[in-house]
T-cell receptor, first 111, second 114 residues
Framework: ELKVEQNPLFLSMQEGKNYTIYCNYS?????LYWYRQDPGKSLESLFV?????AVKQEGRLMASLDTKARLSTLHITAAVHDLSATYFC???????????FGAGTILRVKS | DAGVTQSPTHLIKTRGQQVTLRCSPK?????VSWYQQALGQGPQFIFQ???????QRGNFPDRFSGHQFPNYSSELNVNALLLGDSALYLC?????????????FGPGTRLTVT
């Protein structure tokens, strides 16, 4: 059974600082997603990572995937308050678009 | 181009009642998946419909059932509601079953069971 673990579960950051969220998963998969969720809202797709070594960047967020280590990272550069949200990684279970989500990382950026 | 839509937005039910949630997929999509997100947790896969048949199912009891219509829209039915069924229910649509087509999530239905 595929398991997805995120850490940390809660992250309080100062504006302007850098930090990384980690996502580990237990079995082979060919697709990993990162989502953002604001309180009471649905999921906003941030990145889709398809292959080993994939790196994608959008603004202050950069995601990478190491399929051999079964590890993805979401790096936050020079955090701003608008990045405060909950971030989820999700892994496709056996290629059928059945996503297994991590528990989420609550990010709070303090000014 | 309309994205994934869900109705209703919010719903309050009493324990033991039954509820039906609805989802219309993004234009051009033919596959619908349902997820349950309890407060403070990540979404959990309930089941997936393609060609009007349930194709995959997560670890949810038979009280959770679904249906897909010829126009690809879908319903999620929950019988004998429990307090623990209170959650945000998310619908996601995609083109076909293969994972190289990304899923798009709807806005969700917030179900409260009292």
């Amino acid at each position: 059974e595929l398991k997805v673990e995120q850490n940390p579960l809660f992250l309080s950051m100062q504006e302007g600082k850098n930090y990384t969220i980690y996502c580990n998963y237990s079995t082979t998969s060919d697709r990993l997603y990162w989502y953002r969720q604001d309180p009471g809202k649905s999921l906003e797709s941030l990145f889709v990572l398809l292959s080993n070594g994939a790196v994608k960047q959008e603004g202050r967020l950069m995601a990478s995937l190491d399929t051999k280590a079964r590890l993805s990272t979401l790096h936050i550069t020079a955090a701003v308050h608008d990045l405060s949200a909950t971030y989820f990684c999700a892994v496709d279970d056996r290629g059928g678009n059945k996503l297994v989500f991590g528990a989420g990382t609550i990010l709070r950026v303090k000014s | 181009d309309a994205g994934v839509t869900q109705s209703p937005t919010h719903l309050i039910k009493t324990r033991g009642q039954q509820v039906t949630l609805r989802c219309s997929p993004k234009s051009g999509h033919d596959t619908v998946s349902w997820y349950q997100q309890a407060l403070g947790q990540g979404p959990q896969f309930i089941f997936q419909y393609y060609e009007e048949e349930e194709r995959q199912r997560g670890n949810f009891p038979d009280r959770f059932s679904g249906h897909q219509f010829p126009n690809y829209s879908s319903e999620l039915n929950v019988n004998a509601l429990l307090l623990g069924d209170s959650a945000l229910y998310l619908c996601a649509s995609s083109l076909g079953l293969a994972s190289f087509h990304e899923q798009y999530f709807g806005p969700g239905t917030r179900l409260t069971v009292t």
